[in-house]
C-alpha cells in the first residue's frame, strides 16, 4: 500500500487562531486526496476531496471558508482551519487514493490530533 | 446516500477463538467494500478489500464476504491474538475514481483477552 504522513502529528492552539496540517503522499503521485475529521469514539466523517490543481469539494454542512484545502501537487495537501474553536477539536486524516480506473483503495494517514485551547 | 451499519460495536473473545463482524449497506451501486483497522491515536490500515464481483476473499487469519443480494458483508478473524485488539471499520463505496468516498461504519471495538 501507499504511505502517508501527516505533519504535525498533534498540536495545540488558542482559540482564534489558524492551523494548517500537510499530508504527503510519500510512494506515489496522488490524484485525489481526501480530509476526514474523527471525533473521540466516533467513525470518520469524510470533510472534502481535494483533485490537484482543482479546488477541493466539501461535504454538505463543512465550512469551506474555514476549512481551506490545498492540493498544490500530486504529493501534497494542505488543511488548514481558521479561526479555530474549541469544538474545532478533533483528529484529522488525511487519505490518498491513486484514482486510477481501476484503483479503488485509499491509505490513511497517520492523523493529526487538534486541540483548541 | 449510501447507509452502513456495523454490529457488534464491540466484542470481546479469548485469545485463538474467531471473532465476526458484520455489516450492511443500502445503496445496491456500492462495489467496493474495505475493512480497516485502527489502533489508538493512529490513522486506519487497510487490511482487506472485496469488490462486488467476488463473494470471499481470504488473507491468513483474516477473511470477507459478501452477499450483494441481502447487501450485507462480514470481516471474519481465525485465532485472534492480544495484538488484534484494536477498532475496526467497514466502508463501502461505489470504487474506481471515486474510491475515496467511502461510507463508514460506526466501528467495532475488538478487545482479545490472553
Known amino acids: 500500500g501507499a504511505v502517508v504522513s501527516q505533519h504535525p502529528s498533534r498540536v495545540i492552539c488558542k482559540s482564534g487562531t489558524s492551523v494548517k496540517i500537510e499530508c504527503r503522499s510519500l510512494?506515489?503521485?496522488?490524484?485525489?486526496m481526501f480530509w476526514y475529521r474523527q471525533f473521540p469514539k466516533q467513525s470518520l466523517m469524510l470533510m472534502a476531496t481535494?483533485?490537484?490543481?482543482?479546488?477541493?469539494?466539501?461535504e454538505q454542512g463543512v465550512e469551506k471558508d474555514k476549512f481551506l484545502i490545498n492540493h498544490a501537487s500530486l504529493t501534497l495537501s494542505t488543511l488548514t482551519v481558521t479561526s479555530a474553536h474549541p469544538e474545532d477539536s478533533s483528529f484529522y486524516i488525511c487519505s490518498v487514493s491513486p484514482g486510477l480506473e481501476f484503483s479503488y483503495e485509499q491509505y490513511f494517514g497517520p492523523g493529526t490530533r487538534l486541540t483548541v485551547t | 446516500g449510501e447507509n452502513v451499519e456495523q454490529h457488534p460495536s464491540t466484542l470481546s473473545v479469548q485469545e485463538g477463538d474467531s471473532a465476526v463482524i458484520k455489516c450492511t449497506y443500502s445503496?445496491?451501486?456500492?462495489?467496493?467494500f474495505p475493512w480497516y483497522k485502527q489502533e489508538l491515536g493512529k490513522g486506519p490500515q487497510l487490511i482487506i478489500d472485496?469488490?462486488?464481483?467476488?463473494g470471499e476473499k481470504k488473507d491468513q487469519r483474516i477473511a470477507v464476504t459478501l452477499n450483494k443480494t441481502a447487501k450485507h458483508f462480514s470481516l471474519h478473524i481465525t485465532e485472534t491474538q492480544p495484538e488484534d485488539s484494536a477498532v475496526y471499520f467497514c466502508?463501502?463505496?461505489?470504487?474506481?475514481?471515486?474510491?475515496?468516498?467511502?461510507?463508514f461504519g460506526d466501528g467495532t471495538t475488538l478487545t482479545v483477552k490472553p
Open positions: 466502508a463501502a463505496s461505489k470504487g474506481n475514481t471515486n474510491a475515496g468516498k467511502s461510507t
Open positions: 472485496i469488490r462486488s464481483n467476488v
Open positions: 481535494s483533485n490537484e490543481g482543482s479546488k477541493a469539494t466539501y
Open positions: 445503496d445496491s451501486a456500492s462495489n467496493y
Open positions: 510512494d506515489f503521485q496522488a490524484t485525489t
